[in-house]
């Protein structure tokens, strides 16, 4: 199983960002996908989880309403569409899966915002 961000970067308030996961190694498209981040200092949170097909999507209360998971099953990858970024959203942000039991990450991309 290999998953690997990108899409992360330095963006100013109100800003917008889009992160992609690239899966490999498993069947991407019968395992639910998932977005965490972990701020510094700071345990990591669930920010966004995503069904197999797409159909059922949830969000942390914090990014409710300003960040959009999606998934392309044909490509193997997951998004997080992250809009109205605020300060608080400064982050390593990770992408998710559990296959057998077994949770795996990626590396992480950087988000960082600030003016």
């Known amino acids: 199983v290999q998953l690997v961000e990108s899409g992360g970067g330095l963006v100013q308030p109100g800003g917008s960002l889009r992160l992609s996961c690239a899966a490999s190694?498993?069947?991407?498209?019968?395992?639910?996908m998932k977005w965490y981040r972990q701020a510094p200092g700071k345990g990591r949170e669930l920010v966004a989880t995503?069904?197999?097909?797409?159909?059922?999507?949830n969000y942390a209360d914090s990014v409710k309403g300003r960040f959009t998971i999606s998934r392309d099953n044909l490509k193997n990858t997951v998004y997080l569409q992250m809009n109205s970024l605020n300060p608080e959203d400064t982050a390593v942000y990770y992408c998710?899966?559990?296959?057998?039991?077994?949770?795996?990450w990626g590396q992480g991309t950087q988000v960082t915002v600030s003016s």
């Open positions: 995503i069904s197999t097909d797409g159909g059922d999507r």
């Open positions: 190694g498993f069947t991407f498209w019968s395992y639910n």
């Open positions: 998710n899966t559990m296959r057998a039991g077994r949770n795996y």
